[in-house]
Every structure is written in C-alpha cells, then in structure tokens.
C-alpha cells in the first residue's frame, strides 16, 4: 500500500530546543500502526502494529512542559524496536489516542496485553522445598 493512502490521524515531528519541530523525525499514527520516520538523505522508517504495544508511559519534564511538550514511552512486542520515546507537542492527546486506537486494534485481533507475554513460571509451594525426614 502507498504511504499516500494512509489516513493519518495524528502527524508530529520530533521536539527539539524550545519545543521547535528542527528535526528529521517524524511520528504517524493510523488505526493499525504508529510509525517513526527518521534521516534526511537515508530515511528509517520503523512500524509498530499497534495491538503489540504493551506500555506507555508519559514523561513531562519542567523544561518540556513549559513549551506544551513531553515524552511518550512506548514498550512493544516488537523485534526491531522494543522501546523508544516519543517527544512530542500535547502528549496527553497521543496518549488518549493511543489508548483509545491500541484498544481498538486488540479487539480486532483478539489479543489482549497479558496474551502478548511468556507464562509465568509455576510456584513451588512450601511442601515442595521442606527436605526434613
């Protein structure tokens, strides 16, 4: 699919110095992905599914929020990017965004995030370790 067929419902670049956008990282969000665009002359563009996402965390520095910025963290299941931040203008509206379209994507999928980690190992209990004979 063309990157022009996308609609895009959110579109931010990168933060820098004041909250400026003087960067060559972009940030998209679709209804199924949230993809990272960075370089000038050679452009990496990173894609996550957005059901595999399984923690987000806000970040609102003093010198960030005085120019109406934060940092998104983002935890996924994927393999090519686990974890990176977000520095973006009005964080608290990515973040409701997230939350509503990530939501929206499970329930497609059928996944939930407890589905997208290992099980835990079995508890041993008490009896098990006592040696007195």
Known sequence: MAKENFHY????RKRTFLGLPWSFTVYYLTEEKLICQ????????????LY??????LIL??????????????CSRDVTLPEFDLVVKNPR??????DQYVNQARDHYGTRGRDLYAPPFPQHDEEDTDNSD
């Not at 960075?38 to 599914?49: A, K, P, Q, S, T």
């Not at 520095?61 to 983002?74: A, D, E, K, N, Y």
């Not at 509206?93 to 997230?98: K, R």
Request: aromatic share 8%; glycine share 8%; net charge negative.
């Open 9 to 12: 419902l959110w579109k931010d």
């Open 38 to 49: 960075r370089g000038f002359l050679n452009i990496i563009e990173d894609e996550i599914d």
């Open 52 to 57: 595999k996402i399984t923690d987000k965390r």
């Open 61 to 74: 520095p003093l010198g960030q929020r005085i120019f109406s910025c934060g940092t998104v963290h983002i």
């Open 93 to 98: 509206q990515l973040m409701e965004l997230l």
